[in-house]
Nanobody, 125 residues
């Protein structure tokens, strides 16, 4: 089992920045990738970013390519999502996720078997 705890959400004005953190504990040696998803009210959960644990290869959703960065600190078992130039449409609950199954595609939420409780990000206009 892997437990995930997110932190760093909050209220920010449009154009501002936030960094989300997700600390993993438990059987972290089994991790293959960790990702971030978000869900806005009335919308489906959508992929934001993901990173492979062993080599740091990452992928970012198109809407965040020039604004978001995902990174990890393997010594701290923590993954980060740095979000810059935030827009009101980025408002959502952001979830950290982890998976221990290998695969080319990291953007499908059903492939992740561990989830955090979510952290609210609100971007005011």
């Amino acid at each position: 089992q892997v437990q995930l705890v997110e932190s760093g959400g909050g209220l920010v004005q449009a154009g501002g920045s936030l960094t989300l953190s997700c600390a993993a504990s438990g059987r972290t040696s089994s991790l293959y990738a960790m990702g971030w998803f978000r869900q806005a009210p009335g919308k489906e959960r959508e992929f934001v970013a993901a990173i492979r644990w062993n080599n740091g290869n990452s992928v970012i959703t198109n809407s965040g390519k020039d604004r978001f960065t995902v990174s990890r600190d393997t010594a701290k078992n923590t993954v980060y999502l740095q979000m810059n130039s935030l827009k009101p449409e980025d408002t959502a609950v952001y979830y950290c996720a982890a998976r221990n199954t290998r695969g080319v595609v990291l953007s499908v939420y059903s492939t992740y078997n561990y989830w955090g409780q979510g952290t609210q990000v609100t971007v005011s206009s």
